[in-house]
């Protein structure tokens, strides 16, 4: 199936005339019978009953002309669109996010690229830990935002660190540790904990719930798949966990720092073998931005 068989086959069904379909595409009307029955034959199906003096459509070609329309109309704009990022310059950067947290950080550094760099279409991926990593390495991402420790660093990758964030006991607001502070680690030791199995997950946070939870009962912790559902059940107040600072849109959930505990480095990845002059300017604009990002940004 193509594009001229699809031309032919809506300009014969709007028309019903074989030799106005052919005046219209400019071609003979030989050569539309011809995409005519070239579709049929890959459909399987006949989509024009034809007379000497009339052409009608089947049941399966009413059904197959909006279809066929759609098609085409999709290829238009797919065209137009390719022909506006020509016209324009566009230059493509791909960028990789882990999760959907890391989307407050880079919505602020997109605004300042909208002003410095007009030419920018940013092609943005949320996808998970091991999945994204293969897309880094195999090229296929210009720049990854996460977690140093979480991201091997290669012999052509080159890291930037943005800002270090601090771990926080995370607990329902209602909580009487809510009103504290600052928070050790032994202190949720007398509490419910909810711990999470994912890599969405910081690997120094998994490893500091695990930590915890080793001295609560089974029956005291709460074991979850994805941050969503982490988050889900504090809020309904079964227990505490640890996260890196976060900003949360509920009310009904606070952070406290949890003391003695190392700040979590966070940044940009990159390779070295790729820093033509629109990922340089993007660093430096991700580097000049940070530094004004609050530091407990949702990540």
């Known amino acids: 199936m193509n594009t001229d068989q699809l031309n032919s086959f809506i300009q014969v069904a709007e028309n019903l005339n074989f030799a106005r379909a052919a005046e219209i595409l400019k071609i003979t009307q030989s050569a539309v ?79 300042s690229c909208r002003e410095q760099i007009p030419q920018l279409y940013p092609f943005v991926k949320v996808i998970p830990h091991r ?30 660190e943005l800002f270090q964030i601090p771990l926080c006991c995370i607990v ?30 910081p690997s120094k946070v998994a490893e500091m719930q695990n930590q915890i939870s080793q001295h609560i009962p089974p029956e005291s912790t709460y074991v979850c798949e994805n941050l969503q559902a982490l988050l889900t059940l504090v809020r309904a107040g079964y227990g505490c966990t640890v996260l890196p600072q976060m900003n949360f849109i509920n009310s009904d959930i606070c952070s406290i720092p949890l003391k003695d505990s190392e700040p979590l480095s966070y940044g940009v990845f990159f390779k070295r073998n790729s ?15 940070s530094p004004v990002i609050d530091r407990k940004s949702n990540l």
Request: include cysteine.
């Open 33 to 111: 019978s011809r995409q005519i029955h070239a579709l049929e034959d890959e459909l399987g199906t006949k989509l024009l009953h034809r007379t000497t003096r009339t052409v009608t459509l089947t049941p399966s070609g009413i059904s197959f002309l909006e279809d066929a329309k759609n098609i085409m109309g999709r290829l238009k704009v797919a065209q137009q669109k390719i022909q506006r990022h020509q016209s324009a310059n566009m230059q493509v950067l791909t960028i990789g996010c882990q999760n959907e947290a890391n989307l407050d950080l880079l919505c602020k550094i997109l605004k």
């Open 131 to 160: 999945s994204i990593l293969n897309l880094f390495y195999q090229d296929e991402l210009d720049v990854l935002f996460g977690f140093r420790h979480d991201i091997p660093i290669k012999n052509n990758t080159l890291y930037k």
């Open 172 to 201: 329902p607001a209602t909580h009487p540790y809510a009103a504290k502070d600052k928070l050790t680690k032994e202190e949720l030791y007398l509490e419910n904990m909810v711990v999470c199995n994912s890599y969405a997950i």
């Open 275 to 289: 820093q033509g002059s629109l990922l340089k300017k993007f660093i430096s604009i991700v580097t000049k931005t």
